[in-house]
């Protein structure tokens, strides 16, 4: 099973600055890398896909980057919107065995 | 607009079956070329994959779970299903049902609480 490792747990960040999140999967996914949203009794949201296409109607401040194992979740001016936990995801493997990270929380600093 | 909304008891005891629906509305379930499958959370922790049916009715489980898992789909319903047997109390979850492309997942139902308890 591809383990995939978020980090940091935590980020605090001020409104209108950069925030960058991280994935690292324990072994390549290729571009097979997404990311998901999710605030306080809410489903996840897709974010991106294909680690850098932006989902539908999703603003352009986020943006995803990265192949292999190395990945990143870029919120170039935070909204206060956009504090919640995300969530990275990778499929890469047949028969299809989807992991997730343990997500990381962007606080308000 | 494709939209997915799950159903099903809240409180199931333990050693039985967990049974949950997920009705589908702004497409048909048979016509897609894509999959339907279930994702939980348990309270306060992150998310794990279950399951997914294909179009083909190809039937694809987390290998963690496969022994109790079966997702099946009703046509005439516009529904998919998922039934987990043998709960214990770390079946508690957050259980969403989801529209899947093969890569990602989108959308997601509002997600249903169930609670293993006696």
């Known amino acids: 099973e591809i383990v995939m490792t978020q980090s940091p747990a935590t980020l605090s960040v001020s409104p209108g600055e950069r925030a960058t999140l991280s994935c690292r999967a324990s072994?390549?996914?290729?571009?097979?890398l997404a990311w998901y949203q999710q605030k306080p009794g809410q489903a996840p949201r897709l974010l991106i896909y294909?680690?850098?296409t932006r989902a539908t109607d999703i603003p352009a401040r986020f943006s995803g980057s990265g192949s292999g194992t190395e990945f990143t979740l870029t919120i170039s001016s935070l909204q206060s919107e956009d504090f919640a936990v995300y969530y990275c995801?990778?499929?890469?493997?047949?028969?299809?065995?989807?992991?997730f990270g343990q997500g990381t929380k962007l606080e308000i600093k | 607009q494709l939209q997915l909304q799950e159903s099903g008891p809240g409180l199931v005891k333990p050693s039985e079956t967990l049974s949950l629906t997920c009705t589908v509305s702004?497409?048909?379930?048979?016509?897609?070329?894509?999959?339907w499958g279930w994702i939980r959370q348990p309270p306060g922790k992150g998310l794990k994959w279950i399951g997914s049916?294909?179009?083909?009715?190809?039937?694809y489980y987390n290998p963690s779970l496969k022994s109790r898992v079966t997702i099946s789909v009703d046509t005439s319903k516009n529904q998919f299903s998922l039934k987990l047997r043998s709960v214990t109390a770390a079946d508690t979850a957050v259980y969403y049902c989801?529209?899947?492309?093969?890569?990602?997942?989108?959308?997601w139902g509002h997600g249903t609480l169930v609670t293993v308890s006696s």
């Open positions: 072994q390549s996914v290729s571009s097979n």
């Open positions: 049916i294909y179009y083909s009715g190809s039937t």
């Open positions: 995801q990778q499929y890469n493997s047949w028969p299809p065995l989807y992991t």
């Open positions: 702004g497409g048909s379930i048979s016509s897609s070329s894509y999959y």
């Open positions: 989801v529209y899947g492309s093969g890569i990602w997942f989108d959308p």
């Open positions: 294909g680690a850098s």
